[in-house]
């Protein structure tokens, strides 16, 4: 009967206090890291929804006859709306700023859907295009982290001698005329 050498220890031993150093990351690690700063700059949350309700929207009609409930015009509809609302996913993740007008534009396209194609995409393109329309119109984009440093200097010392609010130094009141000199 054999049996494995034992593990050799490593090189550099790790104290109690101390922590490896992580491996620097190979070139998988530095492109994730790149995209996920990428895509916390933009609502890519809601593209990805809006795009999959209108890719379910699109390709709804062109399932088989079986599945269809309208044929024809609500076809061409749902196919019309499909592609507004790829559109407009497509414009919220490279002009995250129209983030609000591709919002409402998605969630309008996608209600519309219900009535025009095929009830919406058997109500999942409806409701995954309203969710990514809205989830878009209320993303915001990440605030820049504090600066470190310098600690913030506090305002000035009220120099008029009067008493100080809680709302900051106190300003003396300005009178009004009227236009007469």
């Given at each position: ?28 690690g530095g ?36 599945k269809i ?113």
């Amino acid at each position: 009967m054999t049996t494995d050498p034992p593990p050799e220890p490593p090189e550099h031993p790790v104290g109690a206090g101390e922590s490896a150093a992580p491996a620097p990351p190979g070139p998988a690690g530095g492109t994730r890291a790149a995209f996920r700063r990428w895509r916390r700059t933009r609502p890519f949350w809601a593209t990805v929804w809006t795009a999959l309700g209108g890719f379910v929207i699109f390709f709804l009609p062109m399932a088989p006859l079986g599945k269809i409930l309208q044929v024809g015009v609500g076809g061409i509809a749902g196919m019309a709306g499909g592609v507004v609302l790829m559109a407009m996913a497509l414009l919220m993740l490279f002009m995250p700023g129209q983030r609000h007008t591709a919002g409402v534009i998605a969630v309008i396209a996608g209600v519309a859907s219900f009535p025009l194609s095929n009830l919406g995409g058997l109500f999942a393109g409806m409701v995954l295009s309203v969710l990514g329309g809205s989830m878009a119109f209320a993303w915001l984009p990440e605030k820049p982290a504090p600066r470190r440093g310098l600690p913030r200097r506090g305002r000035p010392a009220d120099r008029t001698g009067g008493a100080s609010g809680p709302g900051g130094p106190s300003v003396p009141p300005v009178s009004v005329r009227s236009g007469s000199a």
